[in-house]
T-cell receptor, first 114, second 115 residues
Framework: AQSVAQPEDQVNVAEGNPLTVKCTYS??????LFWYVQYPNRGLQFLLK??????LVKGSYGFEAEFNKSQTSFHLKKPSALVSDSALYFC????????????FGSGTRLSIRP | NAGVTQTPKFQVLKTGQSMTLQCAQD?????MYWYRQDPGMGLRLIYY???????DKGEVPNGYNVSRLNKREFSLRLESAAPSQTSVYFC??????????????FGSGTRLTVV
């Protein structure tokens, strides 16, 4: 069965420190990989994607994600956290060529303390 | 460019009442989706419509019905609301090419409480 796992319900980081939000997936083939962010009372917003090519992809707000095919992981990272990064983050995968049924992880709440 | 518009934003229902959540997109996308979001459970797919005229069940379809009224609109109906349907509901849309670019486009959600 295809699935996405975000093993941490919550990640707490001090402002200025690096952050990592973990994601692993189980999908056949070479899927598209995404990270979305959700601020309070808002819908999900696209943050970044991996389609092919360089394993380190850069996205909005200084976030980046590292694709590791052997570990089937797509961890979200940021070198220096800001309080405004506090939000709910979702990892998602889509089988190549499919416009239907992106699979979402359960979400990780990121809390950045001043 | 409004993207995906959901109405209403908030709703309180009594157990047994019915209601329809509305969703419309202006991006000419073929595919549309309804998700529910519950704490600790992430997003769960209720129903989706891969193209106009088709609908399919997702992970948690029980207690819901959908209508793909036209290419723009995809509604979700609760025939007899139950407290277990208290949740935040998100509509989303996509196209094959747009999935490659940015996945889905989401509406801002409907917060539904069933008492």
């Amino acid at each position: 069965a295809q699935s996405v796992a975000q093993p941490e319900d919550q990640v707490n980081v001090a402002e200025g420190n690096p952050l990592t939000v973990k994601c692993t997936y189980s999908v056949s083939g070479n899927p598209y990989l995404f990270w979305y962010v959700q601020y309070p009372n808002r819908g999900l917003q696209f943050l970044l994607k991996y389609i092919t090519g360089d394993n380190l992809v850069k996205g909005s707000y200084g976030f980046e994600a590292e694709f590791n095919k052997s570990q089937t992981s797509f961890h979200l990272k940021k070198p220096s956290a800001l309080v405004s990064d506090s939000a709910l983050y979702f990892c998602a995968v889509s089988p190549v060529g499919s416009a239907s049924k992106i699979i979402f992880g359960s979400g990780t709440r990121l809390s950045i303390r001043p | 460019n409004a993207g995906v518009t959901q109405t209403p934003k908030f709703q309180v229902l009594k157990t047994g009442q019915s209601m329809t959540l509305q969703c419309a997109q202006d991006m000419n996308h073929n595919s549309m989706y309804w998700y529910r979001q519950d704490p600790g459970m992430g997003l769960r797919l209720i129903y989706y419509s891969a193209s106009e005229g088709t609908t399919d069940k997702g992970e948690v379809p029980n207690g819901y019905n959908v209508s793909r009224l036209n290419k723009r609109e995809f509604s979700l109906r609760l025939e007899s609301a139950a407290p277990s349907q208290t949740s935040v509901y998100f509509c989303a849309s996509s196209e094959v090419l747009s999935v490659r670019d940015y996945g889905y486009t989401f509406g801002s959600g409907t917060r539904l409480t069933v008492v």
